[in-house]
């Protein structure tokens, strides 16, 4: 067992630790505030390859494993989550459905241009299927060598400035998973728009939005996989998901451990530093057990994905495990820097906010345990 990670990814997460620190975390407070990301960054983003992380070097992509690809979901979230959110959507589950389901013409037509910067959004989330998402109304029916589909979307993370959108809808008059199918739709597409932008505890630089479809038409070939593998194209999807929201988790926990060890050492009460007061000691000591072995989890869950091994039930520990362990730290975090963990000036503020979805989104951490127990008892 070998755990340090290679030159490659090593040379790869300084790299984005570099750019994070010079061109985000500049505006990370100023994007929060405002709940905006400017284009400029995106470009930034887009010239260093960040768009196109884990889809094939053929389009355009850089193929990283998905151990580099958690570092660099981390490296982010350490400065702004909001930016890394858009980020890991874009190239998990709203990439992934085209990468591995998409016809060969779709697939050339659209990753370049994904790898370049044009944002990818998932849409599965309606108002009344969230976790028991198979429950979804959304319809698509196939006319000639069309789809038309109908519907309402909700809270879809980068859903005003993406390019793309993978929908999920099923053949009218039908419930239940098997009648699900995966589609991709073009932005500009006649009948789908933009509704509703939410107004987020945290995140606020990343936009979410709900999304109309009426009559929205769209050819045969924009299908992903056959029809009624929609349910399992999602659901793979967020399988691998699961493990950048983990990391994201990671990210945002590391700052807090980063922010309350700096804070620590340079506050005086009772005459002597924060820091060496014992009860301080012993939180940063549990935020250090915490984060470091949700990481272990998280990076196992990478490990297994690439190795090409099944890993659901490692993703879904280390999403709950992470995110918790980050949500723990946030909290300690705030704590540590008394009062002014409450004022805006402070990072701390931020990060406490941030870090309360990653055990919502992607599946609840009450579904995990679902997921998570379904797969203990099969084992034991
Ligand atoms: C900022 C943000 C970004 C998002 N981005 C996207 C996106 O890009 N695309 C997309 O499709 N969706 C997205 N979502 C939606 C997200 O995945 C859902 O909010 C999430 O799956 C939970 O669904 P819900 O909100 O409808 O809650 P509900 O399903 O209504 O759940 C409410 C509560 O009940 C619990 N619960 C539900 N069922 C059970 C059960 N059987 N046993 C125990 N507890 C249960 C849940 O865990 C939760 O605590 C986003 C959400 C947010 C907040």
């Known amino acids: ?107 050339e037509k659209y990753l370049p241009r994904m790898a370049s910067g044009e944002i990818a959004a998932f ?71 933009v509704a509703k932008k939410e107004d987020k505890m945290g995140l606020r630089a990343s936009d979410t939005v709900s999304i109309d479809l009426e009559d929205v038409r769209i050819p045969a070939n924009n299908l ?38 700096k804070y620590s050492k340079v506050r005086e009460q009772f005459g002597k530093p924060l820091a060496k007061q014992p009860v301080i000691g012993g939180m940063i000591a549990d935020m250090g057990c915490e984060l470091d072995s949700a990481r272990l989890l998280a990076l196992q869950a990478a490990w297994l994905k690439d190795e090409g091994k099944p890993f659901t039930k490692q993703a879904a520990m280390a999403k709950v495990m992470a995110s918790e362990a980050a949500g723990r730290a946030a909290d300690r975090a705030v704590q540590i820097h008394g009062g002014y963990g409450y004022c805006k000036e402070f990072a701390v503020e931020r990060y406490y906010r941030d870090v309360r979805v990653t055990r919502i989104y992607e599946g609840t951490s009450e579904i995990q345990r679902m997921v998570i127990s379904r797969q203990v008892m099969n084992e034991y």
Do not use: W
């Not at 490659?8 to 100023?30: G, L, S, T």
């Not at 355009?60 to 909001?82: C, F, H, N, P, R």
């Not at 859903?159 to 008059?173: L, Q």
């Open 1 to 107: 067992m070998n755990f340090e990670l290679s030159e490659n990814q090593k040379m790869f997460r300084d790299m984005v630790r570099d750019f994070a620190k010079q061109e985000i975390a500049p505006i990370a407070h100023q994007m929060d505030e405002e709940g905006t990301m400017p284009d400029e960054l995106i470009t930034k983003m887009a010239a260093n390859g960040f768009f196109g992380l884990s889809f094939p070097e053929q389009y355009g992509g850089l193929g990283v494993d998905t151990i580099t690809y958690g570092l660099v979901i981390e490296e982010l979230a350490k400065v702004s989550a909001g930016v890394c959110v858009m980020l890991t959507v874009h190239n998990s589950v709203g990439s992934y459905p085209l990468a591995m389901y998409g016809s060969e013409e779709a697939k």
């Open 123 to 193: 849409c599965i989330t309606e108002p009344g299927a969230g976790s028991d998402a198979a429950n979804l109304t959304a319809t698509a029916t196939q006319d000639g060598d069309e789809y038309v589909l109908n519907g309402s979307k909700i809270f879809v993370t980068n859903g005003s400035r993406a390019s793309f959108y993978v929908v999920m809808a099923r053949t009218p008059g039908t419930t239940g998973h098997k009648d699900i199918h995966a589609f991709i739709i073009e932005r500009g597409t006649s009948g789908l728009s």
């Open 224 to 261: 992903l996989g056959n029809e009624g593998d929609g349910f399992k194209i999602a659901m793979s999807a967020l399988d691998g998901g699961r493990i950048g929201i983990a990391f994201q988790s990671l990210g945002i926990g590391y700052a807090c451990l980063a922010e309350s060890v």
